[in-house]
């Protein structure tokens, strides 16, 4: 089932090419919730009302014409994995790292990110998978872990480099930093996460194009690993990482989609106030730049990277 | 005036000893609120509330020691903690300041006073408490200016950074935002009760000896510029906590069965306890290593490779 949030606040379930509204069909103790919290809800209820909805007639609005929002708007906690493919070579495996997110960063398909008015190197594209728990827990074992898989869901993220020791929030934090869509998929029609393919077009031009086979720790690990530290809730979001080969500068009127197999696509856009250039090219340097990360650096530097070429605003 | 959540998260306003159960005063709508979302909906109605709930100040209410305080937010929209942020005791006037960073801590850490921290199984080289003195903010701010920043304050409380060390990076998720890493209270102080957070102290004992002891003045950058600084990567909204680095001097490990208590002038004190299910030991004190670590990069020395930056375990 996909489910997904759309016009002004509705939740639905996707078939085919349009939308079945289901708003109506959740429960008062659902609906009376603020809205930043209705989808968490219909997740950690989502045993009773997956029947509700199956069932559910009444018309399907055509996707056209209706405006996408970010299926989750305001995850609990929301992890990004640091480096978390293999990308060839032989290095040894580390123990995963992972940033939050604050979840004023959330966007969703269509929107336009504007970025930070501030001196940066450069803001990269990250398109990764992302897990949606269902069944919270802590000390969740890995063999017991996709258990607890609600779904999955596709992000852009979206990292500034080159920015007060690339760590902390004027990296990861910006509004619109972490774009989420096009809805979420339940776990049972995605099958293995590892199998799946992940994509990322500027304008037509593939950029990221890599498999989900390639993570250090699969989503299984991943969950397993956050649950010894917090315990998990229904809703929480673990993006599982990108490959570093394709990722490259985001910048002021281009447009950035993002693919997965059997999950869906999006784009968003972006804009930039101090209308900055950089080559738009995956970033030569970046393939580099997680070497020396992984080597233990401290992060990916600033000058690893290509460095924007700025353009006053007239 | 001085705001705390108590019992089943009801409001109570703090007068000395005794604590008055602010329930009926901010009304029905609010405390049908999640108990997380209560404190931040009195904050943003509280041009309203204010007059409301100074009209009971007289009152005699009951005994706060005879209730549970809870965390003023159990779980604050968001938490971001200033990273370092002290002079360390060291006045450099030629040295530019250094930018503000700051990272997001988890929501989910917040444990009420008198909670336990309860370290986690993964081998840190040390487990430490930072005690900061921590923002409320009261009204939204986006793209505030530092002179503008005092006029988005709600108040003031008490936190401890809960900070694992010794992992690949220094402020990940799993550096600082374990579940319970993050005593926070008693209340909340409103701002007029600390016309300059800039001139109040931070003190913080463990087992009653006195480990942390600085005050705000060292803060490199103020509290204004903290705020303006956050604002300008993202909204700031009521009832956010930001809080603002720490001094080095005087942080030191925690270890199963310890208690410790923070106290910020202005503020109050704020109990803590841990516990270790691995039962580690590390030397008891201050930790040295990080100390002078800490004022070495103050100065811009470079630390020799391979230094140890804490004190190692010994059992």
């Known amino acids: 089932m996909k489910l997904a949030r759309f016009g002004d606040d509705r939740i639905g379930i996707v078939t085919g090419d349009g939308i079945r509204d289901v708003t109506d069909l959740l429960p008062e103790a659902i609906t009376r919730l603020r809205p930043r919290y209705r989808m968490n809800a219909v997740i950690a209820d989502f045993t009773v009302l997956k029947q509700r909805f199956a069932s559910a007639e009444g018309p399907v609005l055509p996707l056209e014409g209706l405006k996408l929002l970010p299926p989750l708007t305001h995850p609990e906690l929301t992890l990004c994995t640091f480096a978390n493919y293999r990308q060839g070579g032989a290095h040894e495996r580390a123990m995963p790292v992972f940033w939050l997110k604050p979840a004023d960063t959330i966007t969703g398909p269509g929107a336009t990110v504007s970025l930070p008015d501030m001196d940066l190197g450069a803001v990269h594209h990250e398109a990764e998978l992302a897990v949606v728990i269902g069944k919270g827990g802590s000390h969740i074992p890995a063999e017991q872990a996709l258990e607890h898989v609600f779904g999955y869901t596709a992000t852009i993220d979206l990292n500034a480099r080159g920015i007060l020791d690339d760590q902390g929030i004027a990296v990861n934090a910006h509004e619109g930093f972490g774009a989420l869509g096009p809805w979420l998929v339940t776990a049972d029609e995605v099958g293995d996460p590892q199998a799946l393919r992940v994509r990322l077009w500027q304008g037509e031009t593939l950029r990221q194009d890599y498999s989900a086979a390639d993570m250090e720790y699969t989503v299984a690990e991943l969950i397993a690993f956050v649950s010894t530290i917090t315990a998990l809730e229904p809703g929480d979001v673990i993006a599982c990482g990108t490959d570093h080969r394709g990722i490259g500068p985001v910048q002021h009127g281009e447009d950035y989609r993002i693919e997965i197999d059997r999950i869906g696509s999006f784009s968003i856009s972006v804009t930039d106030p101090r209308r900055r250039r950089w080559p738009s090219v995956i970033d030569p340097k970046a393939e580099t730049a997680l070497s020396a990360a992984r080597a233990g650096g401290l992060f990916i530097a600033a000058a690893a990277f290509t460095p924007g070429i700025e353009e006053k605003v007239k | ?315």
């Open chain 2, 1 to 315: 005036m001085k705001l705390a959540l108590f019992d089943d998260h009801r409001p109570g306003l703090v007068v000395g000893d005794r604590i008055i159960d602010l329930s009926d005063t901010v009304g029905e709508a609010i405390m049908a609120e999640l108990p997380r979302d209560r404190m931040p909906e009195i904050i943003a109605a509280f041009d309203r509330l204010r007059p409301l709930i100074d009209a009971r100040t007289g009152e005699t209410g009951r005994p706060l020691a005879g209730v549970n305080l809870r965390a003023p937010l159990p779980r604050p929209r968001k938490m971001l903690f200033g990273l370092g942020n002290y002079k360390e005791f060291i006045e450099l006037p030629d040295k530019p300041v250094k930018p503000i960073n700051m990272f997001t801590k988890s929501s989910r850490s917040v444990i009420d006073p008198a909670g336990t921290i309860e370290l986690i199984e993964h081998d840190a080289i040390q487990f430490q408490h930072e005690g900061e003195l921590a923002v409320v903010i009261g009204r939204r701010a986006r793209n505030v200016s530092p002179g503008e920043a005092m006029d988005h304050v709600f108040g003031y409380t008490c936190v401890v950074d809960g900070s694992a060390r010794g992992f690949r990076q220094n402020v990940t998720f799993i550096n600082k935002s374990a579940d319970t890493f993050c005593p926070m209270g008693p209340w909340i102080a409103t701002a007029d009760e600390i016309p300059d957070p800039q001139a109040t102290h931070v003190r913080l004992w463990i087992d009653g000896q006195l480990r942390q002891d600085y005050p705000t003045s060292d803060m490199e950058n103020p509290v204004r510029d903290i705020i303006s600084y956050a604002s300008h990567v993202l909204p700031l909204e009521p009832g956010d906590v930001l809080a603002c680095g720490v001094n080095h001097q005087g942080l030191g490990p925690l270890q199963d069965g310890e208690r410790g208590a923070i106290e910020i002038e202005g503020i109050g004190q704020l109990e803590f306890a841990v516990s270790d299910p691995l039962k580690r030991k590390w030397p008891v004190g201050v930790d040295q290593k990080i100390a002078a670590g800490a004022r070495s990069y103050r100065r811009g020395e470079h630390t020799p490779p391979g230094a140890p930056m804490f004190e190692a375990r010994i059992g």
